[in-house]
């Protein structure tokens, strides 16, 4: 009967607890075979984690549907896998009734990582929109990277198009704490310890060809080059150098990075659109989805 309702890409394992030392009761039993199996007969990049969802009859006699959620770095991928109640029996594949991938659609779509929006700190950076906008969007970004320039240009667009409707955030992520892409991090968050008008005027400039050849300068005239530029719209350049001989400018980019590290950024430019996390560009029509547009 079995041979009836299952087609090809089936795998039967069988699974045996016995000897583990662990009792467990049933319903830990089930869920605790399928990760089991599911983790050793299933490669999986390093640091996958896997968790239990649920568990329902299903369609095949004496077994379960157990579906379990694999959680990457950017994303989350439900499963379904099927346990017979004794918890000896183990199905991976795709079921198949009338036509119908039974398995994929109990799964699920794949679905972007949720993030808790409170742990990022919003209110310590940068932003531009309005509070309580029907879209929020935090970027961990840096100067040195070509996409996040892109990615900032069709942003800027989209704040331009509903500047009532989107928040940007801003947050540095230059990867290592030294070198050139650090030092720029640190210019444009001396910037900000001035005001947010000049963290943007220094922001933008990055973001520019020009702004692209005058990061490969040196430190120094770097830095004299950034102080041309808050200068000519008469920022305050004192609160601008305090900020960098003080460490208060480090110390903003070190607390962005490690905000990134706990969510495990690990390339840039890496999106938090209302709590969903997103790795590299996002297209217009993504963005507007949100919207409801």
């Known amino acids: 009967m079995l041979k009836k309702i299952l087609k090809t890409g089936v795998y039967l394992a069988l699974i045996s607890l016995s000897n583990s030392g662990t009792v467990l009761s049933q319903e830990d039993k089930i869920g605790e075979v399928a990760i089991h199996t599911f983790r050793t007969q299933i490669r999986l990049p390093e640091g996958i984690e896997i968790k239990f969802l649920e568990k329902k009859d299903s369609p095949i006699l004496d077994f379960y549907s157990v579906k379990l ?17 004794a918890g000896e029996k183990v199905i991976i594949g ?4 009338k036509g119908e991938n039974v398995t994929t659609k109990e799964a699920g779509p794949l679905r ?19 509070i309580g906008a029907k879209v929020t969007i935090v970027e961990f970004s840096n100067f040195q990277c070509p996409y996040c320039m892109d990615s900032w240009a069709k942003l800027k667009a989209l704040l331009g198009k509903y500047p009532k409707e989107i928040k940007y955030i801003f947050k540095h992520f230059p990867f ?8 720029l991090s640190e210019m444009a968050a001396a910037a900000q310890e001035v005001n947010p008008s000049a963290f943007w005027l220094v922001h933008d400039f990055l973001f520019t ?14 830095q004299l080059k950034i102080e041309q530029l808050l200068r000519e719209k008469r920022h305050d350049l004192k609160v601008f150098q305090e900020a960098l001989e003080s460490g208060k400018a480090k ?20 999106k938090i659109v209302n709590g969903d996390l997103i790795v590299g560009s996002i297209s217009d029509i993504v963005l507007e989805r949100y919207l409801g547009k």
């Open 69 to 85: 959620l694999l959680v990457y770095p950017d994303k989350e991928m439900p499963v379904v896998i099927y346990v017979d109640k």
């Open 176 to 183: 290592q704490p030294v070198g050139k892409t650090f030092e």
């Open 251 to 270: 110390k903003k980019v070190l607390d962005d990075m490690a905000v990134g590290n706990k969510l495990r950024v690990t390339s840039t430019p890496t």
């Open 209 to 222: 060809s020009e702004g692209q050849s005058v990061a490969n300068l040196e430190r120094k005239a770097l």
């Open 112 to 130: 972007p990582k949720k993030i808790d929006m409170a742990i990022l700190d919003v209110d310590k950076s940068p932003s531009i929109g309005p």
């Open 94 to 97: 795709h079921l198949f009734m």
